[in-house]
């Protein structure tokens, strides 16, 4: 059973910056990829950055230039680093891992059956 825990959310003014961490139960050989969604209130979950097991990562257009996806190989941990955070990032932030096969699923939901409880970003104007 993968076990995903996020932390690292909270509320900032537009243009902060905020760490996410998602901590996992992975093998450090794992040949998952890991991945982070975002649900806004009313709207989809949708793909916000991944990175798979050999360092291949994706982005959405969205966040592309702001944002960071990094992994620690060694703690199998997941990060996301948000920069020049705007209100449209606010939601609930999710980590997910499993095995996909292109950079583009790394961003579709439906491709993951493993999943946090989510960590909240909250970006006032």
């Known amino acids: 059973q993968v076990r995903l825990v996020e932390s690292g959310g909270g509320s900032v003014q537009a243009g902060g910056s905020l760490r996410l961490s998602c901590a996992s139960t992975?093998?450090?050989?794992?040949?998952?990829?890991m991945s982070w969604f975002r649900q806004a209130p009313g709207k989809e979950r949708e793909g916000v950055a991944g990175i798979d097991s050999d360092g291949t990562t994706n982005y959405a257009d969205s966040v592309k230039g702001r944002f960071t996806v990094s992994k620690d190989n060694a703690k199998m941990t997941l990060y996301l680093q948000m920069n020049s955070l705007k209100p449209e990032d606010t939601a609930m932030y999710y980590c997910a891992a499993d095995l996909v096969f292109s950079p583009r699923q790394m961003l579709i939901p439906t491709e993951f059956g493993h999943w946090g409880q989510g960590t909240q970003v909250t970006v006032s104007s």
């Open positions: 992975l093998s450090t050989t794992s040949a998952y990829c």
